[in-house]
């Protein structure tokens, strides 16, 4: 696998192709020009991550094309190439944005470690940007979809309190899309530039909880070699979102509680309190009212959290958007599988608009990629659904021309010739035990 893309940009053929036989040695994947107009042609074609330019070239003067490179692809490193007269040109491509310069012939020690340096820079550039982009593109209300009035009085809520430092809380079954709306209200915010964390609650204990959460002292349980910060402070003048804040000890919700008040916390193992800002935003799909009236959450810490509440439609009370969701996942794993599906069957949707969807919108984003990895054809059927699903819309009164048997043993067939006959693949993907499975091909004569 190749460490990353160079381009070397000088019209001396020997000392070109010395530098990339020394660079190739390295793992590095290595692309040539010799004038300035060549290098910009490669630039466009190649996923370039580090530019070595001579500074005379025929068409080019190098300084100026190290600012005219930089201009254009901010992410890339560029080291330049001098003659031993040529020093002061270096200094001024640095001026203009190079990463660093080497004199030809004398510097040739200093090329491998110069280069890694550039490179490393460079990767770690691209991968902030990368993510800042996919962050920006992934997590905004824009990116929210659905069009029924349910799902947009949420989104139109959320945007109204994303501007302001309030507590959000949450409210919604398992699957709607709570963390997707967290993100946004954090991206949509003056927080945005700043840290988004989210904690699942109910995935600890208490004390790893609590240490996860507020951080601990070197020595304050056994294991804790070091001073530890937590998820709090790594989110400091940024965001925390608590999924599942209804699981959470009671002894533990005193602590939350004064944070949210104080904005001070306290490490596991220390005597001393330390500040923070920090913006909670809270989920759950528990009822926090009648769990606090049951001594299982503080009245106090819910009445705090629940400053602002957004409530999240099941999926079954938006059934306008199933379609939009299921064409929209269909995109997605079919580009991840490199399969050309480009439509599904009436019968498909039908089933998918009648289903109940308990899981919500997590369940058919999984029914959606199980279905495209089934899918041998350009068009979703039937068939490609699992067979509690046709079970479900079968049992609903959904027209079939199949009785159950008869759509088990389709699915089960259609499943074997997807793992080539794999039937421990085969019994994982149909969620059956390795015995069940060999006694329904048995009994279908599979």
Same mark, same amino acid.
């Given at each position: 696998?190749?460490?990353?893309?160079?381009?070397?940009?000088?019209?001396?053929?020997?000392?070109?192709?010395?530098?990339?036989?020394?660079?190739?040695?390295?793992?590095?994947?290595?692309?040539?020009?010799?004038?300035?107009?060549?290098?910009?042609?490669?630039?466009?074609?190649?996923?370039?991550?580090?530019?070595?330019? $001579?500074?005379?070239?025929?068409?080019?003067?190098?300084?100026?094309?190290? =600012?005219?490179?930089?201009?254009?692809?901010?992410? !890339?490193?560029?080291?330049?190439?001098?003659?031993?007269?040529?020093?002061? %040109?270096?200094?001024?491509?640095?001026?203009?944005?190079?990463?660093?310069?080497?004199?030809?012939? *004398? &510097?040739?020690?200093? /090329?491998?470690?110069?280069?890694?340096? +550039?490179?490393?820079?460079?990767?770690? =550039?691209?991968?902030?940007?990368?993510?800042?982009?996919?962050?920006?593109?992934?997590?905004?209300? %824009?990116?929210?979809?659905?069009?029924?009035?349910?799902?947009? *009085?949420? /989104?139109?809520?959320?945007?109204?309190?994303?501007?302001?430092?309030?507590t959000v809380l949450l409210l919604g079954e398992?699957?709607?899309?709570?963390?997707?709306?967290?993100?946004? /209200?954090?991206?949509?915010?003056?927080?945005?530039?700043?840290?988004?964390?989210?904690?699942? @609650?109910?995935?600890?204990?208490?004390?790893?909880?609590?240490?996860?959460?507020?951080?601990?002292?070197?020595?304050?349980?056994?294991?804790?070699?070091?001073?530890?910060?937590?998820?709090?402070?790594?989110?400091?003048?940024?965001?925390?979102?608590? &999924?599942?804040?209804?699981?959470?000890?009671? &002894?533990?919700?005193?602590?939350? !509680?004064?944070?949210?008040?104080?904005g001070e916390l306290l490490k596991v193992g220390?005597?001393?309190?330390?500040?923070?800002?920090?913006?909670?935003? +809270?989920?759950?799909?528990?009822?926090?009212?009648?769990?606090?009236?049951?001594?299982?959450?503080?009245?106090?810490?819910?009445?705090?959290?629940?400053?602002? =509440?957004?409530?999240?439609?099941?999926?079954?009370?938006?059934?306008? $958007?199933?379609?939009?969701?299921?064409?929209?996942?269909?995109?997605?794993?079919? +580009?991840?599988?490199?399969?050309?599906?480009?439509?599904?069957?009436?019968?498909?949707?039908?089933?998918?608009?009648?289903?109940?969807?308990?899981?919500?919108?997590?369940?058919?984003?999984?029914?959606?990629?199980?279905?495209?990895?089934? @899918? *041998?054809?350009?068009?979703?059927?039937?068939?490609?659904?699992?067979?509690?699903?046709?079970?479900?819309?079968?049992?609903?009164?959904?027209?079939?021309?199949?009785?159950?048997?008869?759509?088990?043993?389709?699915?089960?067939?259609?499943? !074997? +010739?997807?793992?080539?006959?794999?039937?421990?693949?085969?019994?994982?993907?149909?969620?059956?035990?390795?015995?069940?499975?060999?006694?329904?091909?048995?009994?279908?004569?599979?």
């Amino acid at each position: 696998m190749s460490k990353g893309n160079i381009l070397i940009i000088d019209d001396e053929d020997k000392l070109r192709g010395l530098l990339a036989r020394i660079l190739s040695l390295e793992g590095y994947s290595l692309f040539e020009a010799a004038t300035g107009k060549e290098g910009l042609k490669k630039l466009e074609l190649e996923d370039i991550q580090v530019v070595l330019s $001579d500074v005379k070239l025929p068409d080019a003067n190098g300084v100026e094309l190290t =600012q005219s490179i930089r201009s254009k692809y901010p992410e !890339l490193e560029i080291i330049v190439l001098t003659a031993f007269g040529t020093i002061a %040109d270096g200094v001024k491509a640095i001026k203009n944005g190079a990463f660093d310069y080497i004199t030809k012939g *004398d &510097d040739n020690d200093k /090329i491998i470690p110069l280069v890694a340096k +550039a490179m490393e820079k460079a990767q770690m =550039q691209q991968r902030l940007h990368h993510l800042e982009k996919r962050v920006g593109e992934k997590y905004s209300f %824009d990116k929210i979809i659905g069009q029924s009035k349910q799902i947009q *009085d949420a /989104i139109t809520l959320a945007r109204k309190v994303s501007n302001t430092d309030t507590t959000v809380l949450l409210l919604g079954e398992t699957g709607t899309g709570k963390e997707v709306f967290a993100e946004a /209200i954090h991206q949509e915010s003056s927080r945005q530039k700043k840290n988004f964390v989210a904690v699942n @609650c109910s995935a600890f204990s208490k004390e790893l909880l609590e240490s996860e959460l507020f951080g601990h002292k070197a020595g304050a349980f056994t294991g804790a070699t070091k001073d530890t910060k937590g998820l709090f402070e790594e989110a400091n003048e940024g965001t925390i979102f608590l &999924d599942e804040i209804g699981e959470m000890n009671i &002894d533990l919700q005193a602590k939350l !509680l004064r944070v949210l008040e104080t904005g001070e916390l306290l490490k596991v193992g220390e005597s001393k309190t330390s500040k923070v800002n920090v913006r909670v935003i +809270a989920a759950t799909n528990r009822d926090l009212k009648t769990e606090s009236e049951n001594g299982h959450f503080r009245l106090d810490l819910f009445y705090r959290l629940s400053v602002f =509440q957004i409530n999240l439609p099941a999926l079954r009370d938006r059934k306008k $958007d199933i379609l939009e969701l299921a064409n929209f996942f269909l995109k997605q794993f079919g +580009a991840k599988t490199n399969k050309r599906i480009i439509a599904m069957s009436p019968e498909f949707l039908t089933h998918l608009q009648n289903y109940n969807w308990r899981g919500n919108i997590r369940e058919l984003k999984n029914i959606m990629e199980r279905a495209v990895i089934l @899918c *041998d054809s350009n068009s979703l059927t039937v068939e490609d659904l699992p067979f509690e699903l046709q079970q479900d819309a079968i049992s609903g009164s959904i027209t079939s021309s199949f009785d159950l048997s008869t759509v088990e043993k389709q699915h089960i067939k259609k499943v !074997l +010739a997807h793992t080539g006959g794999n039937k421990t693949e085969a019994a994982r993907l149909l969620n059956i035990g390795l015995t069940t499975l060999y006694r329904k091909i048995e009994e279908y004569k599979i």
